[in-house]
């Protein structure tokens, strides 16, 4: 199986200090084999591989991590990265309602995920939703949507078999705005293969109803047919994201790589049950290591990264120790191994309380971390070493270095005396390595 495959990748390069074209190719080939057997589409395989193999090439091997490891780690890292951008969600910056038009093969689920994204709107975004069912073709069709909507206590929008598409979402849409409604989710009739009549009356509804959301819904168990579908429907309208359905099943999830390469629309929701609940945001890594079936290699890629970790923190507690404080260096050192060990929320939650509440009171997020490495590049060395020079003028230039507002240095500031005295604690009680051993 997989896992076997770059585990294999990883035992053949053992010893190499250096990435060769020689010594990927044989990695490559496993590689290729391990994303077929995920369902990944051979054009997006190629694709993929290309890319790997070129940033692969001559790529010096980090002491901890043998050349194998080093390729596994590059594929996940562009898997990831190909998947796309962490965790997109819906747009619905619109002249209210916001209209989501949803489109796919039928059976593909979009029935159930317009039920699943008006409980999502109504509960997390707290939004007023109205249901229609433009699939004019099945009386069951229509019913299925209306008793979701019952079910859920959601407005729902009637329409009956052999109505005109357009006119029951125009009227949906009418009547949502008499009812200030914030959203309108439309269902659409699918068929079981992509054919002209169903793209042309897809078509026409979208024209006519000009949705902020046209979603492609697609079930992630049709694998390699994955990509003749998306591609048709990418073609067909001006997608602006994907669902991936029924993941909760024992497909490897290839599809999302296809899906994604091919209409380069964000992943924005997964379906992962039946049940209206069964609805979740994207995430590209999770999403990376499920395709490659890689737990247990990318553990060990862990293991090898967590020796670095921990001797940075080794370094840091001795450091510490020997009476040397806390500075901005240190700081930012500490932001980046933050970054790579999942980000501060990851992390939070596997402090023990007393210090988790230290951390979220320095109110960093791990979108911030990018901006305060940015301020802090932005200072001489001395300034990081010695923060208590850092009076009004110098904040002045750092903050036009790093275009930022002086208030953000200020604040960074704040941020680094909250996290100077969390050290403080640490290294009176027991140990930076310790610490950092335990979050694992
Ligand atoms: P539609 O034809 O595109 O409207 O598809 P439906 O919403 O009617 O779904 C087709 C079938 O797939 C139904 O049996 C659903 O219960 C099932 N289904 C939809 N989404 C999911 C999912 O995320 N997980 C599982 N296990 N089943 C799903
Ligand atoms: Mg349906």
Redesign the pocket.
């Known amino acids: 199986n997989l896992s076997q495959r770059l585990s294999g990748v990883i035992k053949t390069l053992r010893g190499q200090a250096r990435l060769t074209e020689a010594n990927i190719q044989d990695a490559m080939r496993e590689v290729r084999m391990a994303l077929l057997e995920a369902d990944v589409a051979l054009p997006v395989v190629k694709d993929f591989i290309a890319k790997v193999r070129e940033r692969s090439l001559g790529q010096e091997v980090m002491s901890s991590l043998t050349p194998g490891q080093a390729v596994v780690q590059v594929v996940y890292q562009e898997l990831t990265l190909l998947m796309g951008d962490h965790n997109a969600t819906l747009n619905l910056a619109a002249r209210p309602p916001a209209v989501i038009l949803?489109a796919?093969?039928?059976?593909?689920?979009?029935?159930?995920?317009?039920g699943?994204l008006a409980k999502f709107l109504r509960e997390q975004m707290k939004k007023k939703v109205l249901l229609t069912s433009c699939?004019v073709y099945r009386p069951a069709?229509i019913e299925?949507l209306r008793t979701l909507a019952q079910q859920l206590e959601t407005d729902f929008f009637p329409s009956e078999v052999g109505q005109q598409p357009e006119k029951i979402a125009l009227d949906a849409l009418d009547f949502a705005r008499k009812h200030f409604h914030d959203v309108v989710i439309v269902?659409t009739a699918?068929r079981l293969g992509i054919d002209e009549a169903m793209m042309d009356e897809i078509k026409r509804l979208h024209a006519a109803l000009d949705p902020i959301e046209t979603l492609f819904?697609v079930?992630a168990m049709q694998g390699q047919d994955a990509v003749n579908t998306a591609k048709a429907f990418s073609d067909a309208l001006p997608l602006t994201g994907v669902i991936l359905?029924?993941?909760?099943?024992d497909s490897r999830g290839g599809a999302a790589l296809s899906v994604r390469q091919v209409t380069g629309k964000p992943i924005k929701f997964?379906?992962?049950?039946?049940k209206v609940a069964?609805?979740e945001p994207f995430y590209p890594d999770r999403m990376a290591s499920r395709v490659l079936g890689m737990g247990d290699v990318l553990s060990l890629i862990e293991d090898a990264q967590r020796g670095v970790d921990q001797d940075e923190a080794q370094k840091l507690a001795k450091k510490l120790k020997s009476g040397k404080s806390f500075d901005l260096e240190d700081f930012k050192q500490q932001m980046q191994q933050m970054k790579k060990m999942g980000g501060i929320s990851a992390l939070m939650d596997k402090l023990p309380g007393q210090l988790s509440q230290a951390a979220a009171g320095a109110q960093v997020d791990d979108k911030a971390i990018g901006r305060l490495e940015g301020i802090i590049n932005s200072m001489t060395p001395q300034e990081r070493r010695k923060p208590e020079i850092l009076k009004a003028g110098r904040k002045r230039r750092i903050a036009a270095g790093a275009g930022v507002q002086v208030q953000e240095v200020n604040r960074l500031l704040s941020q680094f005396e909250q996290t100077q005295k969390m050290m403080k604690m640490l290294s009176k009680g027991g140990g930076m390595a310790k610490m950092m051993r335990g979050m694992k």
Do not use: R
Request: a negative charge; charged letters at 25%; glycine letters at 24%.
């Open positions: 949803l796919g093969l039928q059976g593909a689920g979009k029935t159930t995920t317009a699943k699939d069709a299925q269902d699918g819904v079930d359905t029924k993941l909760d099943g997964v379906g992962v049950g039946e069964g609805l």
